[in-house]
């Protein structure tokens, strides 16, 4: 059985400001160092065989942070980078409501070459790491599409918001992904309220 412990990179000041960032490349801030650090001395007390990242510096410097607990293996993968959001990058949500009302943004990536991207990334994961723990440091909207998918759409996309920092964990049996917990957080000092499937 192949275990899978999504982590999203700790807070940014676009996060803090709630702009959107896409692929452009935020580093995390003074509370996202705090978050990433508490994530590693959470995560010290499971065995893990790999730490995957996206290469976006957010996301990068929060698997190293994780990783100072842990000293395993990190990897980098494209596939888990954030999803290009094309105009609206940058934007604030009441900007992003006056300028994009259908919230159709120009030239953004695709839904579903988003979604393939991903999907095609934990497979390749489950190739290359079966029956191992592997830790994977994403963002919030790869982590809503691996949710939605899972799920059947119950949960991900305008039905959770997903909190920095937060744990996620999905396992490969009987040839499917099952979610068996998501957007934990009880971890982080600053933690908001736990939920469970």
């Known amino acids: 059985m192949t275990t899978i412990c999504i982590v999203r990179h700790g807070e940014t000041d676009w996060n803090a400001a709630g702009r959107l960032q896409g692929t452009t490349d935020i580093p995390l801030n ?23 990242t996206s290469p976006l510096k957010r996301a990068r410097r929060t698997a190293e942070i994780i990783n ?10 494209d596939d888990f980078k954030e999803k290009y959001f094309g105009d609206a990058e ?3 949500l009441e900007e992003r409501r006056v300028a994009f009302p259908n919230h ?9 070459a988003f979604t393939n991207r991903i999907m095609a990334g934990l497979e390749k994961i489950n190739q290359k790491y079966k ?14 599409s691996i949710l939605a998918q899972l799920s059947n759409g119950e949960l991900g996309y305008g ?15 009987e040839n499917c992904w ?12 600053q933690g908001e309220i736990q939920l469970e499937k």
């Open 90 to 92: 940058g934007m604030t």
């Open 30 to 52: 003074a509370k996202g160092i705090q978050q990433a650090k508490e994530s590693g001395q959470f995560l010290k007390h499971s065995d893990w065989d790999v730490i995957i």
């Open 131 to 144: 029956d191992q723990k592997v830790l994977l440091v994403a963002h919030g909207a790869v982590i809503n």
């Open 178 to 189: 099952e979610i068996k917990s998501f957007n934990q957080v009880s971890h982080l000092s």
């Open 159 to 173: 039905k959770t918001k997903i909190q920095n920092a937060c744990i996620n964990e999905i396992q490969y049996c």
């Open 104 to 112: 159709q943004y120009p030239n953004q990536e695709g839904i579903s």
């Open 68 to 77: 100072e607990s842990l000293n395993i293996p990190l990897v980098e993968m």
